[in-house]
């Protein structure tokens, strides 16, 4: 029998479709939203638009726990940190915008696994800058978690595939 990995390059270029572990249905999907890409529910700037909308009406009441400091320019690490040890008020923020953007991420998801193009996916691998910190983990943890309960679609968790692939994978 044949190796089906013996015709693979031994490095993928970014964006290929067959990685020796791995073979790739579709990835940045250009689906469209009320009239905008269904993806740009979920990139840093929603996640930062999200941290905003919990913090005006904190603003408001002059209780705002970041203070002056605008909501794009909350790095990951800050966030991360902020999370596990800091200010409660802050800490209160910050998830109540994960949660926010767990429930965009399996929306898009749901959505995604509707088309033609993902029937039977098994695995979704999420990657990128803010899959490599904590908060980003935890979103994922919680996506994760609501569509498996809803679909049984499982998201991979980082380092599980060899090369840390992207996918769907039938």
């Known amino acids: 029998m044949t ?3 013996a015709n693979l390059p031994a490095l993928a270029a970014h964006g290929s479709t067959r ?3 791995v073979e790739v249905d579709s990835y940045n999907l250009e689906t469209r939203d009320n009239g905008s890409f269904l993806g740009d529910r979920i990139t840093k700037g929603a996640f930062s ?3 905003e909308n919990w ?3 904190l603003r408001k009441k002059g209780e705002d726990p970041f203070g002056d400091e605008p909501s794009e320019q909350l790095g990951k690490r800050m966030l991360d940190d902020l999370l ?10 910050v998830q109540s915008a994960v949660e926010d953007f767990a429930q965009e991420l ?3 998801i749901r959505r995604y696994l509707r088309l033609k193009a993902w029937h039977g ?3 979704i691998v999420i990657g990128g800058g803010f899959r490599a ?3 980003g983990e935890v979103v994922i943890g919680r996506a994760g978690v609501i569509l498996k309960s809803e679909t049984g679609a499982r998201l991979v968790e980082r380092g599980s595939l060899e090369n840390r692939a992207v996918a769907p994978r039938r």
């Open 133 to 135: 910190r904590r908060i």
């Open 106 to 108: 399996a929306f898009v």
């Open 3 to 5: 190796d089906p990995t």
């Open 121 to 123: 996916t098994e695995r």
């Open 84 to 93: 596990s040890d800091g200010d409660p008020k802050a800490a209160g923020v």
């Open 49 to 51: 638009d999200l941290i």
């Open 55 to 57: 913090r005006k009406p």
């Open 19 to 21: 990685l020796p572990s």
